[in-house]
């Protein structure tokens, strides 16, 4: 095997571990703070890819992107008030069985929104050439997103080290009951937190869909 081609295949594994960090991130948060494991992270992220793949028809790929991971975001807001808000105080395994039942859910959602056939997504404008190295072609795309990567942590950086929302959720992280009592609506943040979580993980989703079909069997192989 030539260097040009162990180089490429380890772009492509930097590419795809762009978007899984993206879903490891939002679950880590989720985690972190609600201390709940929430079994259907990987159904937002296909959320995100089906979400993505029908609006980037009706308004482009650009404009599809964030506009799906921000849907996603809402759905997980909803998730969290009127479902998870419920049991943060069951067992475990009751939480865990909740969270998988809401897997099976999003799966018939999706089933019944979009049928069974994987969806194909375009490519996105502007990035649909390849870069030479060493002879070997590797697609511009997977470039942008082994950069989206760094960026996307640099603003997670910012926003939980250099604002005062970030503050309470680190603060939420390590003492929910002391974070509590100093007056902090832990509801608001709850929801924000688990927002924000879907959010990555939608976004994570959608950025896949120029490289990978929606498919209903990507919930549980992303999460696994």
């Given amino acids: 095997m030539s260097l040009s081609s162990v180089l490429i295949q380890f772009l492509n594994g930097l590419a795809s571990a762009s978007s899984l960090f993206l879903v490891a991130a939002g679950l880590s948060l989720i985690f972190g703070v609600t201390r709940i494991v929430n079994f259907a992270h990987g159904s937002l992220y296909m959320l995100g890819m089906y979400i993505a793949v029908w609006l980037a028809e009706r308004i482009g790929f650009w404009a599809a992107v964030p506009l799906a991971a921000a849907i996603v975001g809402v759905i997980g807001s909803l998730t969290e008030i009127f479902l998870l ?132 069997a990507i919930d549980l192989a992303v999460i696994s």
């Fill in 85 to 216: 808000r419920r049991i943060y105080k069951a067992p475990e395994l009751l939480q865990l069985l909740a969270t998988f039942a809401l897997v099976l859910v999003v799966k018939d959602a999706a089933l019944w929104a979009w049928g069974p056939e994987d969806l194909l997504g375009p490519r996105a404008p502007g990035l649909q050439g390849a870069a030479d190295f060493g002879g070997s072609a590797f697609p511009e795309y997977d470039l942008f997103l082994i950069l989206a990567g760094p960026l996307v942590l640099a603003a997670l950086w910012l926003l939980l080290n250099r604002t005062r929302w970030g503050i309470l959720v680190r603060a939420a992280s390590q003492d929910r009951e002391m974070a509590g009592a100093l007056g902090v609506d832990q509801r608001l943040l709850f929801t924000g937190v688990f927002a924000l979580g879907a959010f990555l993980a939608g976004l994570g989703g959608a950025l896949q869909i120029p490289r990978e079909p929606a498919s209903l």
